[in-house]
């Protein structure tokens, strides 16, 4: 029986529940069928050399399967995926759904990033307001590449893979905008895969460890 224990955030603040990375972590393991165990730490503890010793930056999640430990969410997605089954069975499919995980976390994931951090933490500034345009603009460039590759296909190498997983955790990043909705068919795939029972399974996962942890209760 396989032992996997999932360490991720006690809380986080409403704005940003449902978008924490051990989302795709758990979303993996609800598409490959795999129960896990949580392990939920405070701040205070992300910040002890205990922790940083299985995760070097203090961040969340970290895993650990079978004695293994891995951490940052899209090694852990791919650590699952190849272990199981999450990935095309045939090679050429097999190795373009990897390279659409890479594409997620490095070619479309910083602008996101980028535009989150202007949008809740500094959309006053000046220096923000004069970004945000330029970076938007870039932004849809990138959706609009992923929508033309993506086509007429329900997922991005056919069949639904570990690749779906990281593409959609990026777009999350983009709830508080319009800017997926001006992109049709990035949208309904969106939708598609956030349809999927498994992604319900653990989306209600981390919110309830979130409403359990609630310091207002």
Request: charged fraction near 25%.
């Amino acid at each position: 029986m396989t032992n996997i224990e999932l360490t991720t955030l006690r809380w986080a603040p409403p704005a940003f529940q449902g978008q924490v990375r051990d989302l795709a972590v758990r979303w993996a393991l609800e598409e490959a069928g795999l129960g896990y165990r949580e392990r939920l730490v405070s701040d205070d503890e992300r910040r002890s050399a205990d922790y940083r010793a299985r995760q070097p930056f203090g961040q969340v999640p970290a895993y650990r399967e079978d004695g293994v430990e891995v951490f940052e969410s899209g090694a852990i997605v791919l650590f699952i995926a190849e272990r199981h089954g999450l990935l095309p069975r045939e090679t050429a499919a097999r190795e373009r759904a990897k390279a659409w995980m890479f594409a997620a976390l490095n070619s479309v994931d910083p602008d996101i990033i980028a535009l989150g951090d202007i949008d809740h933490f500094a959309a006053r500034e000046v220096w923000a307001i004069e970004r945000r345009p330029a970076l938007v603009e870039s932004l849809l460039r990138r959706l609009a590449s992923v929508a033309a590759d993506l086509a007429s296909r329900d997922f991005l190498v056919g069949e639904f893979s570990a690749a779906d997983i990281s593409m959609v955790m990026a777009l999350r990043g983009l709830r508080h905008t319009d800017l997926v909705a001006r992109v049709p068919v990035l949208d309904a795939y969106r939708q598609r895969c956030e349809s999927r029972p498994a992604f319900q399974r653990a989306l209600s996962a981390q919110l309830a460890a979130f409403a359990r942890h609630n310091p207002v209760n």
